[in-house]
C-alpha cells in the first residue's frame, strides 16, 4: 500500500480525528516503528509500518465489511435529508468516511444488507454476470400455491422487464423462499404482483452462501468473517 499522512491514516480508521493526531504527537502519544512521530504530516505504510497510539498498536484495515440487520423504515442510502438510513444505523465503532451500502433493499423490506467502502467488492457483488444468489422470505396477501412455485420456476415476463427463473419453497400458507441472481428495481414484489399476489412483508435471509446472523437484532451489524466475505461472491445455490 503506498505511504500516507499519519493523521490521515488515524482519521481513516476511526482512531482520532485529525485535530486530535496533532494533540497526540504533541503529548508524544504516536509511535511508528518504535520511534516518536513529530509531526501530522508524516508518511508510513499503514500495512506494513508498526503504528502504535496510546501505547496500542493499530489494526489497519483497508476496507470495512459490515452485515446489517436492516430495520423496515429505513432508507438503504448513505445519506437523506428526510429519512433515517442505513448509514445513519452505525454505532461510532463502525463509522468511517465512504461506507455505502452495497445494493439496495425497499424502504419496507428487512434483513441482510451489506455495508462497506470497498467499491470493488461492490460493483462484483451487484453486477448481473456475477450472478449471486439472494434469498429472501416473502409473506403474501394470499395462500401461495405449486402453479406459483411453477410460474417463478419458469422465469417471468411482465411487459417489458423479464425476471430470469427463480427457486421458490413454499413454507406456509402465505410465505415463501425466493431466490433470485438478479436485483431489478422492486424485484421479488413485482415477481409476485406477476401472478396476482401483493407481498405484505419481505426479508433477506442469505446473499452469496452468508445468511443473516440471526442474533442481530433489527438495527444491529457486525463486521464479516473473512470467510464470510470470500463466500458472499460465491455463486452456488438451493435451499
Ligand atoms: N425485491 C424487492 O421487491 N424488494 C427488495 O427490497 C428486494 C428485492
Same mark, same amino acid.
Given at each position: @500500500?503506498?505511504?500516507?499522512?499519519?493523521?490521515?491514516?488515524?482519521?481513516?480508521?476511526n482512531i482520532s480525528s485529525r485535530s486530535n493526531t496533532k494533540i497526540l504527537i504533541k503529548r508524544r502519544l504516536i509511535r511508528v516503528n518504535n520511534k516518536l512521530v513529530k509531526k501530522p504530516e508524516e508518511k508510513f505504510d499503514p500495512e506494513?509500518?508498526?503504528?502504535?497510539?496510546?501505547?496500542?498498536?493499530?489494526?489497519?484495515? !483497508?476496507?470495512?465489511?459490515?452485515?446489517?440487520?436492516?430495520?423496515?423504515?429505513?432508507?438503504?442510502?448513505?445519506?437523506?435529508? %428526510?429519512?433515517?438510513?442505513?448509514?445513519?444505523?452505525?454505532?461510532?465503532? @463502525? %463509522?468511517?468516511?465512504?461506507?455505502?451500502?452495497? &445494493?439496495?433493499?425497499?424502504?419496507?423490506?428487512?434483513?441482510?444488507?451489506?455495508?462497506?467502502?470497498? &467499491?470493488?467488492?461492490?460493483?462484483? @457483488?451487484?453486477?448481473? !454476470?456475477?450472478?449471486?444468489?439472494?434469498?429472501?422470505? +416473502?409473506?403474501?396477501?394470499? !395462500?401461495?400455491?405449486?402453479?406459483?412455485?411453477?410460474?417463478?420456476?419458469?422465469?417471468?415476463? @411482465?411487459?417489458?422487464?423479464?425476471?430470469?427463473?427463480?427457486?421458490?419453497?413454499?413454507?406456509?400458507?402465505?410465505?415463501?423462499?425466493?431466490?433470485?441472481?438478479?436485483?431489478?428495481?422492486?424485484?421479488?414484489?413485482?415477481?409476485?404482483?406477476?401472478?396476482? +399476489?401483493?407481498?405484505?412483508?419481505?426479508? %433477506?435471509?442469505?446473499?452469496?452462501?452468508?445468511?443473516?446472523?440471526?442474533?442481530?437484532?433489527?438495527?444491529?451489524?457486525?463486521?464479516?468473517?473473512?470467510?464470510?466475505?470470500?463466500?458472499?461472491?460465491?455463486? !452456488?445455490?438451493?435451499?
Amino acid at each position: @500500500m503506498s505511504l500516507q499522512r499519519i493523521d490521515k491514516i488515524l482519521s481513516s480508521q476511526n482512531i482520532s480525528s485529525r485535530s486530535n493526531t496533532k494533540i497526540l504527537i504533541k503529548r508524544r502519544l504516536i509511535r511508528v516503528n518504535n520511534k516518536l512521530v513529530k509531526k501530522p504530516e508524516e508518511k508510513f505504510d499503514p500495512e506494513t509500518d508498526i503504528i502504535e497510539v496510546e501505547g496500542r498498536q493499530l489494526r489497519f484495515k !483497508k476496507n470495512l465489511y459490515i452485515m446489517m440487520n436492516k430495520p423496515s423504515g429505513i432508507l438503504s442510502a448513505s445519506r437523506d435529508t %428526510r429519512s433515517e438510513t442505513v448509514i445513519d444505523l452505525l454505532p461510532g465503532s @463502525m %463509522r468511517r468516511e465512504g461506507l455505502f451500502p452495497a &445494493g439496495r433493499l425497499d424502504k419496507d423490506t428487512e434483513g441482510f444488507i451489506l455495508i462497506t467502502d470497498d &467499491g470493488e467488492l461492490a460493483h462484483k @457483488m451487484l453486477s448481473p !454476470k456475477s450472478h449471486v444468489y439472494k434469498l429472501y422470505k +416473502a409473506q403474501c396477501d394470499r !395462500k401461495l400455491t405449486e402453479d406459483d412455485v411453477t410460474a417463478f420456476g419458469k422465469g417471468i415476463q @411482465m411487459g417489458e422487464i423479464s425476471f430470469l427463473p427463480a427457486e421458490m419453497k413454499l413454507i406456509s400458507d402465505d410465505t415463501a423462499l425466493v431466490e433470485i441472481c438478479e436485483g431489478k428495481f422492486h424485484q421479488v414484489k413485482k415477481m409476485f404482483q406477476s401472478v396476482g +399476489a401483493q407481498v405484505i412483508k419481505l426479508k %433477506r435471509l442469505r446473499i452469496g452462501e452468508v445468511f443473516l446472523d440471526d442474533s442481530l437484532a433489527p438495527g444491529e451489524c457486525r463486521e464479516l468473517s473473512e470467510k464470510e466475505l470470500n463466500d458472499i461472491l460465491s455463486r !452456488k445455490h438451493g435451499f
